[in-house]
């Protein structure tokens, strides 16, 4: 088996957890660690840079912004460790030593499975953009300027709204950008595009969940007035007025090694579902749903 090691090497946890993988892995596996990370844990193992890490899966340490910024990079399955803030994406708490040996233990063991979930590919004016792990959102670029967008399906324009921006979120990106602007919380297992009015001049537009076969696109209507397109909030591109974005289901999908089925679980703690979470249940993210080993 072969494990490659990326994180975020300006968090000192990241770069502890990544040296304490490599010792955990030992000689059970063969281990590469992306260059950036391998320049600042002090590792002797093969490097090389992600792009280029060749794998069964990946090891991934650091925040949500982490893991988006590494997807936009590798297919690799990534098994998501947090040590940032949020950890939306995280499998594992990477505070808990524990449960993070643990986890390296699973991985090297094979008790695990791999979660596949939908990401967005789009483009702007026929040039294609990276794919999206959580949203695609088309802006105004200057502060407090509403702009007129024009949305459509499958081609055809189905309405116009005045806002600060449109959100194309994933089901994934239903918990991020999507959800600060009073968008649905989507189960994963549910695919569709959520679009989302970002700051809109009538305060009672609404989320619409379109069906993940269909594309969707987002017009900016007067071509004086130029915007900005963002991608998981790791690139972001201006834009002339009157340039359209397209967005569809991509063919590439994000893997991600998982111990349980815990969307849910996941979830609580963070105080957005709308639901009461004091629940007193002991049962945590990192408690696999598989069985033990034999």
Same mark, same amino acid.
């Given at each position: ?5 990326? +994180? ?13 993988? /490599?010792? $955990? ?14 320049? *600042? ?31 936009? $990079? ?44 939908? #990401? ?37 324009? /189905? ?30 297992? *549910? ?22 076969? #269909?594309?969707?696109?987002? #017009? ?6 130029? +915007?900005?397109?963002?991608?998981? +909030? ?17 063919? $590439? ?42």
């Amino acid at each position: 088996m072969r494990i490659g090691i990326a +994180g975020n090497p300006g968090k000192p946890l990241a770069v502890e957890l990544a040296r304490r993988a /490599v010792e $955990r892995i030992g000689d059970r596996a063969e281990v590469v660690v992306a260059s950036d990370m391998a320049a *600042v844990a002090g590792t002797d193992r093969p490097h090389a840079p992600l792009e280029a890490i060749a794998a069964d899966a990946l090891v991934a340490i650091g925040g949500d912004g982490t893991f988006l910024w590494t997807l936009q $990079r590798t297919e690799l399955p990534l098994l998501p460790i947090n040590a940032g803030t949020m950890g939306f994406l995280a499998e594992v708490d990477g505070s808990r030593l524990a449960a993070f040996d643990g986890a390296i233990d699973r991985l090297l063991t094979g008790r695990y499975f791999v979660e596949a979930r939908m #990401r967005l590919a789009s483009q702007l004016s026929g040039t294609s953009l990276p794919d999206a792990m959580n949203e695609i959102v088309v802006h105004t670029s200057q502060v407090a300027k509403m702009r007129l967008f024009e949305i459509g399906v499958d081609g055809r324009a /189905v309405g116009r709204l005045r806002a600060d921006g449109v959100i194309l979120a994933t089901p994934t990106g239903s918990t991020s950008y999507s959800l600060s602007a009073l968008g649905p919380i989507v189960d994963p297992a *549910v695919e569709g595009i959520v679009v989302s009015a970002l700051a809109p001049f009538q305060a009672t537009q609404r989320a619409v969940l379109v069906d993940p076969l #269909r594309t969707v696109s987002v #017009r900016l209507v007067h071509p004086e007035k130029e +915007g900005v397109v963002v991608v998981d +909030g790791q690139t972001e591109q201006h834009i002339p007025g009157g340039s359209t974005v397209v967005a569809y289901r991509s063919p $590439r999908r994000a893997r991600f090694v998982r111990f349980g089925s815990g969307f849910f679980r996941r979830l609580q703690g963070k105080k957005i579902l709308p639901w009461s979470e004091e629940l007193g249940d002991t049962e945590t993210t990192d408690d696999a749903d598989l069985p033990p080993p034999t």
